[in-house]
């Protein structure tokens, strides 16, 4: 019984320990790809701000100012530009995202905002490629 209850603690312990290690740096900056109901998006991220680009689009649907809070939580702010584009979208939206888990170069997200009750869960790779 004893054994048991200490195998458990070390399973437990070591999941623990895994999930407070994950390294989200290679994820700062870089080009990236996912894909939001059905529609394929580029994500181009470098130093503070991040462009998104729909489909085949040659110049960003979307710009945002990044903020990284910790190692693998950031927050995106659209820019004048994007807020002209998307009226609806209040002035003060601030979109959350942590990184949940990493494979290799995708790494999962859970997203929230300040604008809306809905958590988005999904997933984005690294390409480095456009």
């Not at 070591?14 to 390294?23: C, E, F, I, V």
């Not at 059905?38 to 689009?57: C, D, M, S, W």
């Not at 979307?62 to 990284?68: L, R, V």
């Not at 959350?96 to 809306?116: D, H, L, M, Q």
């Amino acid at each position: 019984m004893k054994k048991a209850a200490l195998l458990l603690f070390i399973v437990f312990a070591s999941a623990k320990l895994q999930a407070q290690t994950l390294d989200c740096s290679k994820f700062k900056e870089g080009i990236f790809t996912m894909e939001y109901e059905g529609t394929p998006i580029t994500i181009k991220r470098f130093g503070n701000t991040q462009g998104e680009y729909l489909g085949k689009a040659k110049v960003p649907t979307m710009t945002f100012e990044i903020k990284w809070l910790d190692d693998c939580t950031y927050t995106l702010a659209h820019d004048a530009k994007t807020h002209k584009k998307f009226p609806k979208i209040p002035d003060n939206a601030m979109i959350t995202v942590k990184i949940t888990k990493i494979v290799g170069e995708t790494y999962y997200y859970t997203s929230t905002s300040n604008f809306s009750e809905q958590v988005l869960t999904s997933k984005i790779t690294k390409t480095d490629l456009y």
